[in-house]
């Protein structure tokens, strides 16, 4: 059931026109993005506590910019100490890396750190048809066999999955059609003012 307050979101957000085939609407605005990181860090340390045995891994190529993003959180604003964050590129491990016309480029994995009998966070700013998170779950296991994996989410797009994969921690749940794509603007990044996600009608 769609809210009230979600339909005066989506009718009162503003609406840029890209070209004349795609424009783009405000999902969530700065203020927004922050309200729910902190929701999540908030989350992660009730179920974590002192992440003496969690390690959080940010998922090439996006999700590690929100990973980073939660350890400066979590380190600066609520003190947890020692934070473990690595980063894992998934490039060769995806179902459909050789069906693309392109080459695929890979990304850097960084895990300074053992795996083994660890509690995993694995971080990605988009959940859509999950094959991402498979593939990350099979290419884990080349560091060790995890007590645990959590997946933690910015946005999950409901009703877009191909695998029965779902976020233990998500910040927002949206109803995207096919031809629709959730892209999150982080303005260390994407050369952007503010943190911002947008909503891309293609």
Known sequence: MVS?????????SPTYVLDNNMSQKVL???KEVNIIL?????????????????VLIGL?????????????????DYKVKNIELGHLDITFFRDDFRRGEKPLEAN?????????DKNIVFIDDVLYTGRSIRAALTA??????PNEIELL??????????????????????????????KVNWKE?????????????Q
């Open 153 to 182: 989410t910015l946005i999950d797009r409901r009703f877009s999955r191909h695998l029965p994969i779902q976020p233990d921690y998500r910040g927002r749940q949206v109803d995207v059609i096919n031809n629709e794509k959730v």
């Open 108 to 116: 850097s994995t960084k895990i300074n750190f053992l795996v083994e």
């Open 60 to 76: 090439q190529p996006r999700g590690v910019f929100l990973a980073d993003r939660l350890a400066k959180i979590l380190t600066d």
């Open 140 to 145: 884990i296991q080349s560091f060790g066999r």
């Open 28 to 30: 969530l605005n700065e």
């Open 4 to 12: 009230t307050s979600n339909i005066l979101h989506y009718l009162c």
């Open 189 to 201: 990044h994407d050369h952007s003012d503010e943190d911002v996600v947008y909503l891309i009608e």
């Open 38 to 54: 902190h929701r999540l860090a908030c989350q992660l340390i009730e179920k974590h506590n002192d992440f003496s045995n969690t």
